[in-house]
T-cell receptor
């Protein structure tokens, strides 16, 4: 079974600084997706960034980037120029879509989460 | 991407009663997923709801406690039955969908915060 591990229950960063959140996963699949979701106190799950396993290039979304190491099964999230609004719980997640023709796929498997605090 | 309307957003219920949570999607999707998030914890999949067939439950979750309906491709309900304080959690629905060149993604409802007293 696939598992996702986030070894940092809590992290803190100074405003405008850079922080990296760690995530490792275990799978025997070759084609899969990895995600980072942000959950602020409003509890809404917000997609931060997504990475397809067959793409070697690391995904980036503005101040957010990932370091995807497929062989090591590592998927860390780097937040640059941290802002107060980045404070939230961050979840790493994994899925294996069933097929590219289908409109839905398999469920997400989540890590335990990392609570990020941004200090002014 | 799909948009999900989830209701209610929160509720406070008496033990022994039941609560039904609804999720409406603005597009047709084959499967919907129901998650539970206990206080301070991660999301745990309760079941996968497929239109036209019975939901598939994960280990530790049973149909008598969490009956699910999926009458069509845009709607699903999750009922939390015979509630106890241990059922106090956030419940979220989700769908997965292809985003064309952007690949695959998931959309979540806004969650239902349930408190059982």
């Amino acid at each position: 079974a696939q598992t996702v591990t986030q070894s940092q229950p809590e992290m803190s960063v100074q405003e405008a600084e850079t922080v990296t959140l760690s995530c490792t996963y275990d799978t025997s699949e070759s084609d899969y997706y990895l995600f980072w979701y942000k959950q602020p106190p409003s509890r809404q799950m917000i997609l931060v960034i997504r990475q397809e396993a067959y793409k070697q290039q690391n995904a980036t979304e503005n101040r957010f980037s990932v370091n995807f190491q497929k062989a090591a099964k590592s998927f860390s999230l780097k937040i640059s120029d941290s802002q107060l609004g980045d404070a939230a719980m961050y979840f790493c997640a994994y899925s294996t879509p069933r097929g590219r023709r289908e409109t839905s796929g398999s469920r997400l498997t989540f890590g335990e989460g990392t609570q990020l605090t941004v200090n002014p | 991407s799909a948009v999900i309307s989830q209701k209610p957003s929160r509720d406070i219920c008496q033990r022994g009663t039941s609560l039904t949570i609804q999720c409406q999607v603005d597009s047709q999707v084959t499967m919907m997923f129901w998650y539970r998030q206990q206080p301070g914890q991660s999301l745990t999949l309760i079941a996968t709801a497929n239109q036209g067939s019975e939901a598939t439950y994960e280990s530790g979750f049973v149909i008598d406690k969490f009956p699910i309906s999926r009458p069509n491709l845009t709607f699903s309900t999750l009922t939390v039955s015979n509630m106890s304080p241990e059922d106090s959690s956030i419940y979220l629905c989700s769908v997965g969908h292809w985003l064309g060149r952007e690949g695959y993604g998931y959309t979540f409802g806004s969650g239902t915060r349930l408190t059982v007293v």
